[in-house]
């Protein structure tokens, strides 16, 4: 039986305009595709996205207005293609990994809303558990005991698992990142290698679920106000798509 590390599978990472996966726009993104005996191999776009970028997440992925504007894709096409591209890797039944895939999964998903595009569900039919590998939800799951703000982040999470990568917080870089993170998980936690995908889809949306109820009740009864502490701090636990707003605001 081929192991996860030897699997052909796709890890896929976007760097955006916004923390809120419903509001955020995709300004890069990157597919990496690794293993199956043959050369990995990466595709990353660069968008325009049609709304001013934030100095702040400029500040996060180095991308700005005059670049985007310059140099960035068509938003229409180049998310079709990644949603294309996408779909053809889970309906040929390869894995697509991501590091907090929720919140790219949703991303994608507005985008080709606000687009007019087909929605992955419409790209996947009959496919109603696809092979998505969460590596943050995993990690959280395997490995409940970390200590010390941020240490769930993705470079501390890269150093827990051994992996060494130098350039960080392009869509390439932490695309790679959460592929290596995921076979290392595999390789250390034997339950995960004999999930077949169905089963692990089925694992993570509730492991999902189950740590942000966790988080919502820290929030709620031990958080301080300068830690964003609320009694009625609502967190969702939906994995892997997130639910629009219910008020119809602007996404």
């Known amino acids: 039986m081929s192991t996860f590390s030897e699997i052909r599978k796709v890890a896929f990472d976007t760097e955006t305009t916004a923390p809120d996966p419903n509001e955020a726009r995709i300004v890069t993104a990157a597919l990496i595709v690794r ?31 005059a670049k985007a504007t310059a140099e960035g894709a068509d938003p229409k096409a180049a998310l079709d293609e990644i949603a294309g591209r996408l779909a ?20 994608l998903t507005r985008e080709l809303e606000r687009h007019g595009l087909p929605s992955m569900a419409d790209r996947l039919p009959g496919l109603s558990a696809p092979a998505l590998v969460d590596s943050h939800v995993i990690d959280k799951q395997v490995d409940k005991y970390v200590r010390g ?15 060494v990568l130098e350039d960080w ?11 290596l993170i995921a076979e290392a998980q595999f390789e250390r936690y034997s339950q995960l290698a004999d999930m077949g995908p169905q089963q692990l889809f089925t694992a993570q949306k509730a492991w999902r679920a189950e740590q942000q109820a966790g988080l919502q009740k820290w929030f709620r009864t ?4 300068e830690q964003g502490g609320d009694p009625n701090k609502v967190i969702d636990g939906s994995w892997p798509l997130v639910p629009a707003p219910r008020d119809g605001g602007e996404r």
């Open 35 to 65: 293993g199956g005996g043959r050369p990995d191999a990466a595709m990353s776009w660069l968008i325009n996205p049609g709304v001013p970028i934030p100095p702040e997440t400029t500040e996060i992925h180095g991308i700005d207005d």
């Open 88 to 107: 053809q890797a889970l309906l040929y039944g390869m894995p697509v990994v991501a590091f907090n895939l929720a919140y790219d999964w949703t991303v």
């Open 149 to 163: 703000t941020g240490r769930r982040k993705l470079q501390p999470t890269c150093e827990r698992y051994g992996v």
């Open 169 to 179: 917080h392009t869509a390439e870089a932490d695309a790679l990142a959460a592929l």
């Open 222 to 225: 031990k958080a301080t106000a």
